[in-house]
């Protein structure tokens, strides 16, 4: 409504709305706007199919020589040391844990020292501080027990392959609890293979402060608690809590119970009878070969 004065006694003046016109011809086209910021990237689309293999490129630069490997099994064994003595022969003058190769070529890690008596002993049986149990049957005795940080008995079988190669002189070593070192030596050692019992072959007694108290035990068969091929009616291996060349039953018992010096049971610990007897157990026992 629009309001008008002075007509004739109305203040009022209604205005309608017409129809809408026609519409106007097309404007200017105006200029390009300023472009909108980057939208958000798409979803990755769905990968097509691999394209044909291109041509084959040059052959590449030789690479450079890599390092040399270790020597084969059979190389090694034909050129390897056989034996501790042959070690120190080469120049390894430190007592430890060296590599030798048996007849049959197979390696071993053996204990070798290099220090008592000359040097060149390969050890095969080790007691020092009782960790080790070796009250064991026939089969761990066969190939062997232990560790390498202590207490170890090398095995049967080794020990048959390491003494069957020329002549072997034996050296066993004790230590009591005061801290007194004695010895024996003998002339030859060696023992059979396992279908004659590990049968013990030994020679004379050359030396020793420790007095002889293998003899005894020449040409007897290895006893375990379950394998008494002992001369006693009993089992001496059961008896004496062992395992050795016993006869009916011993004069030694290094692989007997670790009883820490005197004891009052009898002949069950690391007994040697002409040392310290039967009632007294070593702290140290080391039995070792070397090549004559």
Known sequence: EVKVVGLEGSDKLSILRGCPGLPGATGPKGEVGADGPKGERGSPGVVGKAGPAGPKGDRGEKGARGEKGEPGQLQSCATGPRTCKELLTRG?????WHTIY??????LTVLCDMDTDGGGWTVFQRRSDGSVDFYRDWAAYKRGFGSQLGEFWLGNDHIH??????????RVDLVDFEG?????????FQVAG????YKLVLGGFLEGNAGDSLSSHRDQFFSTKD?????HSGN????YHGAWWYNACHSSNLNGRYLRGLHTSYANGVNWRSGRGYNYSYQVSEMKVRLT
């Open 180 to 188: 007194n070192h004695q010895f024996a030596k003998y002339r030859s």
């Open 194 to 197: 396992e279908a004659e019992k």
């Open 102 to 107: 048996l007849p049959d070529c197979q390696p």
């Open 236 to 239: 001496c291996a059961e008896q």
């Open 161 to 170: 392959a390491l003494t069957a190669q020329g002549t072997n002189e034996l």
């Open 92 to 96: 390894h003058f430190l007592s430890g």
């Open 227 to 231: 394998q008494d091929n002992d001369n």
